[in-house]
């Protein structure tokens, strides 16, 4: 037959969003360099700069910022429940839960140490990051210079808000309605009624709605990004891109440190395992989840190795796994620290210790309400650096490296959540698995 002799079209292949960001990236920065060693003061320079790459910038990141309160509750309520049933999953959740806290705590630790030890934030001109403010400098100036007259003792009194939603419109409460997200949480785990789940899937939908959103927003980030680099690189030259490069390597050590180092230990003498072999059985995972930076998009192929190449319990692997890919997020939470300290470093806001543990609290919380989208932790960085004075509007300075950061650490997330399987699978008898399995969420 006739139709038997033609050839199967072929699928036309869609340019994947890091390769259109690295050359929005790369064409933004090579013409701006351009532009800064020829006519680094002609007018049509400035103009570009001013009526093009400012205006496209700032309406990216608003965009970001517009989106925040919407996806942190529902995302943090979300999470919650997801992790719930806790009352009824007995030792099994506890444990998941225990073991994910921990390390997580470790991973932002490391990137804290990170920052604090390389501090690529340091070597900031001022000027550079004035410009890079432009129309927020004087909303940033306002909340840095009022988060830096709140002690660290406020800050944890500041927890629990009278109003949330009083809360909700000020920077330097933001605190309280993740807190408030977490209880409602909380109690919609213990309240398990036909109203309830009616509720919940609301919310759920409200999530999808944003993390929707958020991905068409992101679609436009190539072009924000090359409109950015050219407008910084216009007007600085070359050496804000020096601070992004040891920005990004501080951020890669320490992902590096904690899959490297801290996992494998974590593998070996508590989950009873070969370190050689879990990174060997699970590398079909890991570069899974580099190259489509989503956790949850990995998640099948996650499953399948935990079964079929690390051999784990069916039951335990599902039921850690499934919980891993909404709140297991090691590489993230790092990321944000690292970021939220970077930019501190970047704009002169002096964070004591405690401060610094507040730091390490909310990427912890943090990690559970990040969106499994392509940079879905910026406005979780921008929440974190309202909260403790760090002008919001500074995360634009990194967008240029975020989506390469965004692989590498999704990469660590689910490395971490393998690692944790193969942990409560040591500890764990399928007989302490319930029969029902919770549904993943579409947190990344």
Not at 132 to 156: C, P, V, W, Y
Request: with cysteine.
């Amino acid at each position: 037959m006739l139709e038997d002799k033609i050839p199967p079209m072929k699928p036309s292949k869609v340019m994947p969003l890091h390769i259109k960001m690295l050359i929005g990236f790369l064409l933004g920065t090579a013409v701006g360099l351009i532009a800064h060693f020829m006519a680094p003061d002609a007018p049509i320079t400035h103009g570009l700069v001013y009526y093009l790459a400012t205006p496209i910038r700032t309406i990216f990141l608003n965009l970001l910022f517009m989106l925040v309160l919407p996806l942190m509750f529902s995302a943090l309520v979300l999470g919650v429940a997801e992790l719930g049933d806790i009352a009824s999953l007995g030792r099994l959740g506890w444990r998941t839960l225990i073991y994910t806290a921990v390390l997580t705590g470790i991973a932002v630790v490391i990137g804290i140490l990170m920052v604090n030890l390389v501090q690529p934030g340091i070597g900031i001109d001022p000027a550079v990051l004035e410009k890079t403010m432009s129309t927020g400098q004087a909303k940033a100036s306002e909340i840095a210079n009022s988060g830096s007259q709140i002690s660290g003792m406020q800050f944890l009194l500041n927890i629990v808000p009278k109003n949330v939603l009083v809360a909700a419109t000020d920077d330097r409460q933001k605190l309280g309605v993740m807190f408030f997200a977490l209880m409602f949480g909380i109690g919609l785990v213990l309240t398990q009624t036909p109203a309830t789940q009616r509720f919940k899937e609301f919310l759920q939908g409200v999530f999808e709605i944003s993390m929707r959103l958020i991905g068409l927003v992101i679609r436009t980030a190539p072009y924000a990004v090359a409109f950015m680099m050219f407008g910084l690189t216009a007007e600085f030259g070359w050496e804000l891109l020096l601070t992004l490069g040891w920005f990004a390597l501080t951020v890669v050590l320490a992902l590096a440190m904690h899959m490297f180092i801290v996992l494998p230990l974590w593998v070996k003498f508590v989950g009873k395992m070969s370190p050689l072999r879990f990174f060997r059985d699970s590398e079909e995972a890991l570069l899974t989840a580099f190259a489509t930076a989503s956790s949850t998009a990995t998640l099948p192929v996650t499953l399948r190795v935990a079964e079929e190449n690390l051999k784990l319990p069916r039951k335990v692997a599902r039921f850690v796994l499934t919980i891993g890919a909404s709140a297991n997020h090691h590489g993230t939470a790092l990321f944000e620290g690292v970021t939220v300290l970077f930019l501190a470093q970047a704009f002169g806001v002096n964070l004591d210790l405690p401060t610094q543990f507040l730091v390490l609290g909310l990427c912890i919380m943090g990690g559970i309400g990040t969106a499994g989208v392509p940079a879905g932790s910026l406005p979780v960085i921008a929440m974190i650096c309202g909260i403790i004075g760090v002008p919001p509007e500074g995360i634009g300075i990194i967008l240029g490296v975020d989506r390469f950061l965004d692989m590498c650490r999704t990469s660590l997330n689910v490395t971490g959540d393998l690692a944790t399987a193969v942990v409560v699978s040591a500890k764990t008898s399928e007989a302490e698995v319930p029969d029902v399995i919770p549904v993943s969420s579409t947190h990344g």
